[in-house]
């Protein structure tokens, strides 16, 4: 058996404010920092080593994965950065109060942008240049993005980094954020397409998974921290 622990970063300042993030680079409140020290101490409480760590692009995560591998005394393990695992991109509504955009363009039309499996927010005009992604190709930065989409970028960093080294015997900790791991939990658990806006992830509250040899779930279980 083998554990693959999913953390969604602390609480952010967009959190806090009610805004769309997605890609923009913001940073952990204080409560948020707290939760994440919160999450490294009872991830400590199980036992479980870990191998590799895994994360965004995004301060909020990295930061957050910090914070827990100094509670679990684990600062010496690997960390991996990917935009594979970034937030889902909200497009055009990215740095807006979600309140506001509810006023501009109705309850039912907001939740099926935010909690729809297909459905995509209005994309920017550009995909906005990012010193971060300078080494990849421009196409890999989105104008706005669905959760499928969100899922199909995701996919390859699974098949690629986590599933081979949990096929190993590694445990594995990934710290990104509340819509990627939505979509790795869909894939995961085989969650139908309409059922998935159902799916919640609380910041900094580690969802284990306890996996077999052939990476099926044989438990789940959630860390609460408040």
Do not use: C
């Not at 991996?80 to 955009?101: C, F, P, Q, T, V």
């Not at 907001?110 to 990012?130: C, F, K, N």
């Amino acid at each position: 058996m083998v554990k693959l622990v999913l953390v969604r970063h602390g609480e952010s300042i967009a959190n806090y404010d009610n805004t769309y993030t997605g890609w923009s680079d913001v940073a952990a409140t204080d409560n948020g920092l707290m939760q994440a020290h919160m999450a490294g101490q009872r991830l400590a409480q199980t036992g479980i080593q870990f191998d590799t760590v895994h994360t965004s692009m995004l301060k909020r995560a990295i930061v957050t994965a910090y914070v827990i591998q100094d509670e679990l005394g684990m600062n010496d393990l690997p960390i991996i950065k990917s935009w594979r695992l970034n937030e889902r991109h909200y497009g055009a509504l990215r740095g807006m109060n979600k309140d506001k955009s509810r006023a501009l363009f109705g309850d039912r039309q907001v939740a099926q942008w935010r909690r729809s499996y297909t459905a995509v927010p209005p994309l920017l005009p550009a995909a906005q240049d990012e010193r971060a992604y300078a080494i990849w190709p421009d196409s890999i930065v989105p104008r706005g993005e669905s959760l499928a989409e969100t899922e199909r970028r995701l996919l390859p960093y699974w098949n690629d980094q986590l599933a081979p080294r949990l096929l190993d015997g590694k445990n594995q900790l990934l710290v990104a954020h509340g819509s990627t791991i939505r979509a790795l939990i869909k894939y995961l658990e085989n969650i139908a397409d309409a059922d998935i806006d159902g799916v919640e992830v609380g910041n900094a509250e580690p969802i284990v998974y306890t996996l077999d040899n052939k990476l099926q779930i044989t438990n789940k279980e959630i860390l609460h921290v408040n």
